[in-house]
């Protein structure tokens, strides 16, 4: 059962593998750089390839999150139509992504309640995910 306590999720693969080897190798060439006597040449490839290598793992999570991101947006603009029958447009740019987000979890009994609330007391994203009485998980967030 996922909860506001449980509810954060991390991807093994690359929290506890990718990212540590990526730093670790960036680690390495830096202490490469200052102690080798190889040409300064190679050991500035092996800085940028760290550096590209630990770039390219980021922006393919970040580009995962966006997706995720905009997903979300249009499963919000759906429930609220389907819940009042009106365009999300005018809620929508009065919150910041990190509300929708949030608001993502509260089943549709709660939601518009908690749409008004977010906007009238601007909430934090923390304070409407502990608003929330009826948690609906989502279990393919990363």
């Known amino acids: ?14 929290h506890f593998f990718l990212i540590p080897i990526v730093l670790t190798l960036f680690i390495w060439s830096i202490v490469y750089f200052f102690q080798s006597e190889n040409s300064i040449s190679e050991k500035i490839i092996f800085i940028l ?32 139509f389907e819940l009042t029958g009106k365009s ?9 992504l990190g509300q929708i987000i949030a608001l993502r979890f509260a089943s549709n009994t709660e939601l518009i309640k908690l749409i008004e609330k977010s906007i009238s007391e601007n909430l934090t994203n923390k ?14 967030r990363i």
């Open 88 to 96: 999300f447009n005018e809620k929508e740019k009065q919150l910041r």
């Open 127 to 140: 304070e409407i995910k502990l608003a929330v009485k009826d948690w609906q998980a989502d279990t393919h």
């Open 1 to 14: 059962m996922q909860n506001y306590k449980n509810h954060l999720r991390l991807n093994p693969a690359h």
């Open 49 to 80: 390839f760290s550096i590209g290598l630990f770039t390219v793992s980021m922006i393919t999570r970040v580009y995962a999150l966006k997706n995720q991101d905009r997903i979300i947006r249009l499963e919000m603009r759906q429930r609220y």
